[in-house]
C-alpha cells in the first residue's frame, strides 16, 4: 500500500498572556500596627465578618456626588463612599469599598487620594444602606482625616450620643437614690 506524502504545514505562532505569578505578596496580613491590610482583611474574611476590625491603606478613590445643573431633573446618586488598597496604584477591582462615612448635608472628611489611612469599621458583605460587596466592605465607624480630626459617621455620632445621654441618665437616678437616702 502506497499512502500518500505528507506536506508540512507552516508553523503555528501562539500569542498567549503571560503566566500569572503564583510568588508570595509582599503585602503582609497585618501591619506592625495591629491593623489590617486589604489583602489580610479578605484573607481571613470568615473570621473578620461582622466584625469591628480596623484596616490600614491608601485611598485610591472618593465617590461624591455630581452636582445637578439647575433646571434639570437628574437620576439619584449612589451614597458617598470611597475605595482603598494596599498600594497607592490598586486597581479598583481589588479595592476594599469602604461605605456609610457620611451623612446628608454632612462635610466630608478632608482626605487626600494617595495617602494611607486608618479606618476603623465593620467588615460585612451588606452595608445597611444597599452597598453590597462578596469579597468585603467596611461599613465606616471612624477615622483621622488630614487635619487630625477624628472623624465619626452619622451612625456612630448617634450611638455615642445615646451612650452620653445613658451615662448622664444613670448619674442623675444614683444622685436621686442618694437624696432618698439620706432624707431617710
Do not use: W
Amino acid at each position: 500500500m502506497n499512502e500518500p506524502e505528507a506536506t508540512a504545514l507552516p508553523p503555528i505562532k501562539v500569542d498567549l498572556p503571560s503566566p500569572p505569578s503564583f510568588a508570595a505578596s509582599d503585602v503582609p496580613e497585618k501591619n506592625p500596627d495591629g491593623t489590617f491590610t486589604v489583602r489580610g482583611l479578605r484573607k481571613k474574611k470568615a473570621e473578620n465578618l461582622n466584625k469591628e476590625i480596623k484596616v490600614k491603606a491608601y485611598l485610591l478613590e472618593v465617590y461624591i456626588c455630581p452636582k445637578c445643573p439647575k433646571g434639570q431633573t437628574c437620576k439619584m446618586c449612589d451614597q458617598p463612599h470611597f475605595f482603598m488598597g494596599d498600594k497607592p496604584d490598586t486597581k479598583k477591582e481589588k479595592a476594599l469599598m469602604v461605605v456609610d462615612y457620611l451623612g446628608p448635608k454632612q462635610k466630608p472628611p478632608a482626605l487626600t487620594v494617595g495617602k494611607q489611612y486608618d479606618v476603623a469599621g465593620t467588615y460585612s458583605i451588606n452595608s445597611p444602606t444597599g452597598f453590597g460587596a462578596s469579597d468585603g466592605l467596611v461599613v465606616f465607624d471612624s477615622m483621622t482625616d488630614d487635619k487630625g480630626v477624628v472623624f465619626q459617621s452619622p451612625a456612630k455620632a448617634l450611638e455615642e450620643k445615646a451612650l452620653k445621654g445613658e451615662a448622664q441618665e444613670q448619674a442623675l437616678e444614683a444622685k436621686r437614690n442618694a437624696a432618698m437616702k439620706k432624707k431617710k
